[in-house]
């Protein structure tokens, strides 16, 4: 079975632009939630989706959001850039989510945002 | 607050040697995992643990939920174990449905 799958793994942007980031979960999983980890704030919960629906969201700005298509795929969009949005962003996919302690997740490989 | 507290900090062992790392959580948990992240950032996972003990090969971990901590053994290390290793958790109370993780202890492991 394939893993998480993360699409672009590295990306450079400039300050104000905005980025989209894809996340293909392991076939059958329902859940897709997104982390951020920074060298000053290390991981960090930003969303889960579960069948198509936004069930908790983390402490971070409006300029994230995100989205899960029918087939499970999630994209995260982070909207006028800034210096402190460089980081590796790590989704992990699971079969029933996180609610109720949620089931063992699974991580992709991670897209590095450079923002310049 | 809710927190997750890993110990050590950093590791510096010679290969073969034996370690153990530490988790200590604030509160009751639903989900605890292991991971080791690699170079290249992916997090791999090593235990899904909430409670109890569990083992694969030279790795083993062990979570005492009583009493809120859970280790992560490793026996015989080699120079491929060095990297960092995260202890994250799901909270049983309402703080948000979320993995919450450790900051990591940092594993060198020398030939």
């Known amino acids: 079975k394939a893993g998480v799958t993360q699409t672009p793994r590295y990306l450079i942007k400039t300050r104000g632009q905005q980025v989209t980031l894809s996340c293909s979960p392991i076939?059958?999983?329902?859940?897709v939630s997104w982390y951020q980890q920074t060298p000053g704030q290390g991981l960090q919960f930003l969303f889960e989706y579960f069948s198509e629906t936004q069930r908790n969201k983390g402490n971070f700005p409006g300029r994230f959001s995100g989205r899960q298509f029918s087939n499970s795929r999630s994209e995260m969009n982070v909207s006028t850039l800034e210096l402190g949005d460089s980081a590796l962003y790590l989704c992990?996919?699971?079969?029933?989510?996180?609610?109720?302690?949620?089931?063992?997740?699974?991580f992709g490989p991670g897209t590095r945002l450079t923002v310049l | 607050g809710i927190q997750v507290e890993q110990s050590p900090p950093d590791l510096i062992l010679q290969e073969g040697a034996n370690s153990t790392l530490r988790c200590n959580f604030s509160d009751s948990v639903n989900n605890l995992q292991w991971f080791h992240q690699n170079p290249w950032g992916q997090l791999i996972n090593l235990f899904y643990?909430?409670?109890g003990t569990k083992q694969n090969g030279r790795l083993s971990a062990t979570t005492v939920a009583t009493e809120r901590y859970s280790l992560l053994y490793i026996s015989s290390s080699q120079t491929t174990d060095s990297g960092v290793y995260f202890c994250a958790v799901v909270f049983r109370r309402e703080y948000g449905n979320k993995l919450v993780f450790g900051a990591g202890t940092i594993l060198r492991v020398k030939s």
């Open positions: 643990i909430p409670s």
């Open positions: 076939s059958g999983h329902r859940s």
């Open positions: 992990a996919s699971s079969l029933m989510g996180l609610a109720g302690g949620g089931a063992e997740q699974f």
